[in-house]
C-alpha cells in the first residue's frame, strides 16, 4: 500500500502514521465496524469522486445496521473526503481509493459494545486495479468456494461490516491457494450470492443476468453497470443463478468499486465463452471508464470534482 500525507480521523487530519488505536479496541475483539470503498477517477478537469453521496449513505446505513452511532452526517462527511484528497496533493499517476469506515474503539471489553467509543476515520491512497491491469484486459479465474456467504439469518449481510469479510477472506485464500484469482460464494441454497468482494453478472443471448441482492451486499458500481446496459439497449435480468448455468455462460464479469469491470475467462476449470473478454463485457467496461474518468457528459452528475 502506498502511503498518503493525511488520514482524517475524528474530526482531525493526521501523520498517516500516527492515526493509531490501542489494541483493546474493542472491535480487534469483536469484530463489529463499518466500511466503504469509494474510488476517486482521474480527469481533464482533475481527481473526481464517483458516486461519492451513495457511497457516504450507505457508510451511514451500515452503521446503523450494526447499532453503531456514527457521530458526523452524510455531508461532513463528503467534505471531509473531498478535503482529504485536497491535502494529501496525490501525484496523479493513479486513481485514489477512499476508505471510509468506523470502528468501536478502546474503554470497555465484553461482548455488549454499545458504552465502547466510536472511532470514525477516512484514509485514501492511490491504488491500480485491484484484480490487476492483465485481469482487466483478459480476465481473470474464478473458483466457486467449497464455503456459502451466510445466511440471511446468522448475519446481516447487507451491512458492509468487517465481521462478514472474514467469509471473504477464507474463501479468497482458498481460490489462490487453488491457483484461482478470485473465489465466488454461494448462498445456503446454492444459488449464486457475490464474489470476496464483488457482485457477478453473466451474459446469455445477448441478455444480462445478475443475482437479486436477497443476500448480497447492495452494490452501487452493479447499479452503474445495470444503469449503462439498459441505456445501451441490452435487457438487465435479475434472478437466481446456478453454478450450472454459469459454466455454459456466453460471457461473465465482476463488478465493484475495486473490481470495476472485471471480465471472467474461466469458472472451476470450464472456460467461458471464448475464454477471453466478452464483446459486451468489453463494451460495458469501456463505458464504464467514460463514466468514471468524466468522458461521458450525460453521467457527470455522478461526480464530485475535487477541485471544485
Not at 175 to 184: H, S, T
Not at 256 to 285: H, K, N
Not at 292 to 306: F, S
Request: charge should be negative.
Amino acid at each position: 500500500m502506498q502511503k498518503a500525507e493525511f488520514i482524517w480521523m475524528n474530526g482531525e487530519f493526521k501523520p498517516w502514521d500516527e492515526a493509531n488505536t490501542h489494541v483493546l479496541s474493542h472491535t480487534l475483539h469483536y469484530g463489529n465496524g463499518v466500511i466503504e470503498g469509494t474510488k476517486a477517477y482521474k480527469t481533464d478537469k482533475g481527481l473526481a469522486i464517483f458516486r461519492l453521496e451513495e457511497h457516504t449513505k450507505r457508510l451511514i446505513e451500515s452503521a446503523k445496521m450494526v447499532l453503531i452511532d456514527i457521530p458526523y452526517s452524510v455531508e461532513e462527511l463528503n467534505k471531509a473526503q473531498i478535503e482529504l484528497l485536497r491535502k494529501n496533493k496525490f501525484s496523479g499517476e493513479e486513481n485514489v481509493y477512499i476508505r471510509p469506515f468506523a470502528f468501536l474503539g478502546y474503554g470497555v471489553m465484553g461482548v455488549y459494545h454499545k458504552a465502547a467509543p466510536v472511532e470514525t476515520v477516512l484514509a485514501s491512497w492511490e491504488w491500480g486495479a485491484y484484480l490487476g491491469d492483465d485481469g482487466l484486459k483478459n480476465g481473470i479465474k474464478l473458483k466457486i468456494a467449497s464455503m456459502n456467504r451466510a445466511g440471511n439469518t446468522s448475519n446481516m449481510g447487507k451491512a458492509k461490516a468487517t465481521a462478514n469479510y472474514l467469509n471473504s477472506q477464507m474463501a479468497k485464500y482458498e481460490a489462490i491457494d487453488c491457483g484461482y484469482d478470485e473465489a465466488l460464494l454461494l448462498d445456503d441454497q446454492g444459488y449464486v450470492a457475490e464474489a470476496s468482494g464483488a457482485c457477478f453478472f453473466i451474459v446469455r443471448d445477448g441478455k444480462l443476468i445478475s443475482p437479486p441482492n436477497d443476500n448480497a451486499l447492495e452494490s452501487i458500481t452493479q447499479k452503474m453497470v445495470i444503469e449503462l446496459a439498459q441505456d445501451l439497449g441490452y435487457e438487465v435480468v435479475r434472478r437466481r443463478i446456478t453454478r450450472e448455468e454459469i459454466y455454459i455462460a456466453d460471457e461473465a464479469f465482476l463488478t465493484g468499486t475495486a473490481a470495476e469491470i472485471t471480465p471472467v475467462r474461466m469458472v472451476d476449470a470450464r472456460v467461458i465463452g471464448q475464454g477471453s473478454r466478452g464483446e459486451i463485457t468489453g463494451e460495458l467496461q469501456s463505458g464504464y471508464f467514460d463514466i468514471v474518468c468524466g468522458r461521458d457528459e450525460k453521467y457527470k452528475h455522478y461526480l464530485t470534482y475535487i477541485e471544485e
